[in-house]
């Protein structure tokens, strides 16, 4: 014989039946999600993603009409231990070194997440 509280009363019980003993009566409880957002594990394949970019701009010149320039990022070079920056100018894709000049934009220096170049006296520093 065991005995046991339910509802602020000692109830006796057998073994068999201890179950019952403890059995609380449960309320339905209802909830909604809300998920308005894209689910990032299902992507159609013509799907890019989304970037992040931005643009941090120094001296540059409101003059200088600057072409569409996207940083890819940055490659070493196996054997030569050299980093490459991977820059996309005008839909156009270049593999460049620092101090490489190509369609007037010269590459001043370049990091992980960002790359320094110049056009015309303009400097500007685009971010990954």
Do not use: C, M
């Not at 000049?101 to 990954?128: E, M, P, W, Y």
Request: hydrophobic share 35%; proline share 3%.
């Amino acid at each position: 014989i065991l005995f046991a509280i339910k509802e602020n009363k000692i109830v006796k019980t057998n073994p068999g039946n201890i179950e019952n003993a403890f059995a609380i009566p449960l309320e339905n409880d209802t909830f909604s999600l809300i998920a308005n957002y894209k689910d990032p594990f299902l992507s159609s394949g013509n799907n890019k993603g989304s970037v992040r970019k931005s643009i941090i701009s120094h001296n540059s010149s409101s003059r200088t009409k600057w072409p569409s320039i996207v940083f890819g990022g940055v490659i070493k070079k196996s054997t030569t231990k050299k980093k490459l920056a991977l820059l996309k100018i005008n839909e156009k894709s270049y593999i460049l070194k620092e101090r490489d000049t190509i369609q007037g934009i010269k590459v001043i220096s370049f990091n992980n997440d960002s790359i320094g170049i110049l056009l015309n006296g303009a400097k500007k520093f685009i971010r990954r």
